[in-house]
């Protein structure tokens, strides 16, 4: 059998249906994020009592439906979902995702058996189930999603997700910061498709440049192993375990029913393929952004320009203990920016620089050091609420003037660190981030954070330049 | 010499002279932030064309201002102060405060010339001075304040700072987790007042009880281990070492010309004292919040209440990657509780549980599990964006009332996790934010920096147990 067949009626259905619509309930939020997100094609929701919701008619079941019916999101009670899955097989109906929960989760027998007989049940059936306990698929090429507020452009990040709240938490975060993604699936019990079928299916699809996922349990080792060396030979992996710990594991037990596997086997299984292991989700962002906006050969020699003398020196241990350098500034281009400043004769120019000392010429030094052979990457640090008054907010848009129009001037990687924790400082914050995001700049929250996934990034490439031999 | 000499003058002026106030100055502000931060004592602007600032007198000099003269700020340029200090000095001024910068710092020889210089003048007019390049003394005890926004009342963590940025960072981060503060010294090149004087003055003062750091480098080593010894054997210290790879050294060394020294030799120290030790200066927010409202007798075994099976999943890794336990639910009062679920008898409950599955009992549960025998610690885990659709976000307020009214019922210890990342929660999260401080819980904004200031809480603890044999 095929394990990736009829995947892509899941990620390109032309029509959907919804299950179980009746008033507040999950039906209903997912008729709206469909309506919300942009979805296209057909849209069938259904309740036994039938009515109308958002101006559809609601089918009172799946047999009334007229047309083809591609993709099912069911939202009904689990003791339904057997009934259900025999009237969509014979309407055809090729992938059902379950939201709906109450399997082997539970932990009781109950459970685990209701789930075997709708497995058979699709097997028989020649449907595909996602789930159960999911959130199903978000595809924003298709329109179809699990939420409102998620991007309806289309990127090419996949992220492959054992936990509902942890796809949504994930999306959310990255898109905040620039990422985009080609498709989200959120599996949950993996009754049928598992995290082997969806990293399978995302090797060789064209739009998918990046595979991330969060994996509570693999219901098939050496197959994943399998899959997991040709993914990765194609593609970068970024992968969060849960249940890494004793006490993890059992709550994933109770999660997803997922046998965790010893943390020993993850981490030699990563090491093995080159894929790029990661403690939260955070962390899984910091990549993210960072594949998508740095291009990969990008090196460890560092110009660092930001503002604040204390903050400065945090930020230099933070790079440096990460193994980035910072060259000194060579007396050529000292003089070139000492030109600049008519009046700083016996001035000491350092790397990091604090460019707010030089409201008159921070261009120029930032051009200067980010052109100088000696360097490969320049980072910006911008920490609001250091500076004791407010007026000094304004430094940080004209610190943001001055580096995009430096990104636009010379081809060298530009990362920004914006450390904004403060409420106040929110808005702005925001607006700032939205400026450097749009320029194609990857934004990080904190300069050890930065270093962090640069570090990630940079080893990853060296050793697939390694590992080819230098092809690419 | 009495090196804590004069030091409550600069804590508790009851006049403070700003010297350099002309328009869009340093000195402008200072006068501002003492008016805002409610200063009770004579405030004597001074600039030599006179006029007025917010409804006071400027005097053209220092002499010519009437009265005594407890602590005077400045904000000329560096040329000017070795007069100002003799000035000062005639006038008996007791502590000089220097926002002046250009001297040390700047690596040249007329900076370290003219910072000699005014060190020695200060030596002959018997006056110490803070700085210079520093922001001085927050002292709300006083209304003596360096910014315009940080709070006025007062609390029991001193901060010694070599930073003026993170100084007022540390405060800002911390306050708005219910910190509050006794002193605060920004003491930027350190030419007289250094840290030693800093700690042994602290060591002995009533209204501190936890000092934290940020130390660049220390002028005199063997005094300073002395005074850590004594220090940190009457109040718990928190320090962050800035500078401790040879890049942030050198960084340092051009921020407030501090020698770092060697980052092993501090590492022995501090461990040989029992000082903690931090990396960031969010970890001593996390730990000045663990040590504000825990009590000291906490133990490790954990009973976790949250939302989202995914969050629980990486929440239960972080709580036991930090050596916390989290103790299964005993049959009794698996029973007990599910006596208040009628109808789910199939159900196992587990640790964590998933409190937003049982709506109508989430305080039956929560108290049931806090009381339980084997649990010392709760923590409840607020994960904001996890949810596909905003009507979620109303638990988050239910989650928060039975909270805090367990909290008033049972006196055990209870810490709380927001993690609230995405703008549009931002409103939510600091309105719950307010109502978990003043309850007095600590709130941490992950479950793994959560867990781990509550370990070395407990660490501390346990370390100074074995250390005084019990005794307190």
């Not at 924003?140 to 796809?167: H, I, K, T």
Request: charged letters at 20%; aromatic letters at 8%.
């Amino acid at each position: 059998m095929d394990r990736t067949a009829h995947l892509d009626k899941a990620f390109y259905p032309s029509s959907v249906a919804v299950i179980g619509v009746g008033p507040i309930t999950a039906g209903r939020f997912y008729v709206e994020s469909l309506l919300g997100s942009g979805f296209q094609g057909k849209i069938y929701p259904v309740h036994p009592n039938g009515g109308e919701i958002e101006g559809l008619s609601i089918y009172r079941s799946i047999s009334q439906i007229p047309g083809q019916i591609d993709y099912v999101i069911s939202c009904i009670p689990a003791r339904f979902v057997p009934q259900l899955i025999s009237e969509a097989a014979a309407k055809k109906v090729k992938v059902l995702s379950l939201f709906t929960s109450g399997f082997s989760e539970t932990g009781s027998r109950e459970g685990r058996k209701l789930e075997a007989e709708i497995a058979r049940r699709a097997r028989d059936g020649n449907l595909r189930l996602i789930g159960p306990n999911c959130m199903g698929v978000y595809s924003p090429r298709s329109g179809l999603s699990f939420a409102d507020d998620l991007p309806r452009e289309c990127g090419g990040v996949a992220f492959v997700c054992q936990s509902g709240g942890n796809a949504i938490y994930f999306v959310r975060l990255a898109a905040e910061r620039g990422v985009r993604f080609s498709k989200v699936i959120s599996y949950g019990n993996a009754c049928d498709v598992n995290e082997s079928d969806l990293f399978e299916y995302l090797r060789d699809d064209p739009e998918t440049d990046l595979v991330t996922a969060y994996i509570e349990g693999v219901k098939d080792g050496s197959r994943f192993r399998r899959v997991l060396k040709s993914l990765s030979a194609k593609k970068p992996v970024i992968l969060l375990k849960g249940g890494v710990t004793t006490e993890g594991a059992r709550t994933a037990s109770s999660h997803t029913a997922s046998l965790s596997g010893s943390n020993d086997i993850w981490t030699a299984l990563v090491k093995q393929y080159g894929a790029i292991r990661v403690d939260t989700l955070n962390e899984m962002v910091d990549l993210a952004v960072t594949f998508r906006f740095l291009a990969p050969h990008v090196g460890r020699r560092v110009a660092m320009i930001g503002g604040g003398g204390g903050a400065s020196v945090l930020a230099t241990d933070a790079c440096a203990s990460n193994g980035f350098t910072l060259p000194g500034i060579p007396a050529s281009v000292s003089a070139e920016i000492k030109g600049a400043l008519d009046s700083e004769a016996g001035l000491i120019l350092t790397n990091p620089i604090e460019l707010n000392m030089f409201p008159q010429a921070t261009q120029k030094i930032t051009r200067s050091l980010l052109s100088m052979g000696s360097v490969d990457l320049m980072l910006a640090n911008c920490v609001f609420g250091q500076e004791p008054w407010d007026f000094f907010d304004t430094w940080f848009d004209l610190f943001c003037d001055t580096v995009l129009k430096v990104h636009r001037e010379i081809p060298k990687a530009i990362g920004v660190v914006l450390v904004s924790e403060l409420n106040n400082k929110q808005p702005h914050f925001v607006t700032l981030r939205r400026r450097y995001c749009e320029a194609g700049l990857p934004v990080y929250y904190s300069m050890s954070s930065a270093c962090r996934a640069i570090d990630r990034f940079v080893r990853y490439h060296e050793m697939r330049h390694h590992w080819t031999g230098g092809m690419p």
